[in-house]
């Protein structure tokens, strides 16, 4: 009998933008790395650097509003030029099933436009995640305050809030790295889980995940841990299991995660222990009364007796997980002026776009451990 191949047009529809500088980096760099299966764009108030990214689709966000200057640590300039062109970020997100943005948390374009972006790909009706940076230390108070901010705004317009401290980079690079080698690590933790994700929806499976089993575990989720390992060593599964589950990057570990999908792929010599050691391996910490999905594929690009585990981890505890200003109180910053609609500064904190507060921000992480 005539095996089926189903129609490329029913697999979901991913499609990932970046916004602001920082964004648009990443989109270049995932441009040049030529990822398959999902769909690229960039959205910067700035013409000149939205001119040089490599992105197949560009948006000038707030034409009239900035006449194609940046933001400049404004995130509520950032934010009007983002609601200015709401029409052509619709357009561009339309018909997508999953949606990830991106950005650099403290500047003006990315933390003011990220919100309404992810906004309006969730009303849209799609599976929305974000993978977003926060600053380093050494680049001051105020754009960590601004960080802060919105942070908060945007964990309320997405399903999952993924978040990468970029002082962590220093842990794990050598000290000879380049300034792109160190950046292309953060990139390579977006690229890597875009694409697995990718993969995991359009390969078939012995024991087979899709989009539904996706959404299920990410839908409405909050924090969000992912994660790939690879490996091909004589102990490759639980290797590449580890490798999925803990990384120099980020604090936060699968310990206590309510909902838990993964998927082992391998050649036609991966054993069922191997996928008995690899399962046992990740959810050894998680929730006894965890969701868990998990899938079994054959991937023919994978070099031979090659391993690569891919993990989605959410529903974590909030009370254990770390803090974006570890354990400092908001209110130690000095908030940033924000502007009126022709870009002056206003002081007025009854005019101020992004709110402020007492609250410590909850940092959920997005996991990729370097090679």
């Known amino acids: ?155 309320e317009k997405v399903d999952s809030l993924i978040v990468i401290q970029n002082d962590r980079v220093l842990n794990i690079v050598d000290k000879k790295a380049t300034l792109l080698k160190s950046f292309s690590i953060i990139d390579d933790i977006l690229k890597q889980g875009v694409q697995g994700i990718s993969d995991l929806i359009t390969s078939p499976g012995l024991v087979n995940v899709d989009f539904a089993d996706i959404k299920t575990i990410m839908e409405n989720s909050g924090q969000a841990l992912m994660g790939v390992g690879r490996s091909s060593n004589s102990n490759r599964a639980e290797e590449a299991a580890r490798e999925a589950i803990s990384s120099p990057l980020l604090e936060l570990s699968i310990d206590g995660a309510r909902g838990l999908l993964f998927n082992i792929a391998g050649g036609e010599d991966l054993s069922m222990v191997e996928v008995n050691q690899a399962a046992k391996a990740i959810t050894q910490s998680v929730d006894p009364e965890a969701k868990i999905i998990f899938g079994v594929t054959q991937d023919e690009k994978l070099r031979k007796g090659e391993i690569k585990i891919t993990v989605i981890a959410t529903g974590f505890n909030k009370e254990a997980q770390p803090t974006l200003f570890n354990n400092k109180k908001e209110e130690n910053f000095n908030p940033a002026p924000f502007a009126e609609k022709n870009g002056r500064n206003k002081k007025n904190n009854s005019e101020e776009i992004l709110e402020e507060g007492g609250e410590e921000w909850e940092v959920p992480a997005f996991l990729r451990r370097k090679k």
């Open 1 to 155: 009998m005539p095996r089926i191949k189903p129609d490329i047009e029913i697999y979901a529809k991913i499609k990932v933008i970046g916004v602001g500088g920082s964004g648009g980096n990443t989109i270049s760099r995932m441009a040049k790395s030529k990822i398959r299966g999902v769909d690229l764009a960039a959205a910067n108030t700035d013409a000149q650097d939205l001119h040089y990214c490599l992105s197949p689709v560009k948006i000038q966000l707030g034409k009239n509003l900035t006449r194609g200057l940046g933001a400049g640590m404004n995130p509520a300039l950032g934010e009007q030029a983002a609601e200015e062109s709401k029409e052509e970020i619709s357009e561009y997100l339309k018909g997508a099933d999953m949606v990830f943005v991106t950005c650099g948390l403290g500047g003006g374009t990315g933390t003011g436009a990220v919100p309404v972006v992810a906004g309006i790909a969730r009303e849209l009706g799609a599976l929305t995640i974000a993978v977003v940076t926060t600053p380093f230390s050494f680049e001051g108070a105020q754009r960590a305050k601004i960080a802060g901010s919105g942070l908060s705004r945007l964990k």
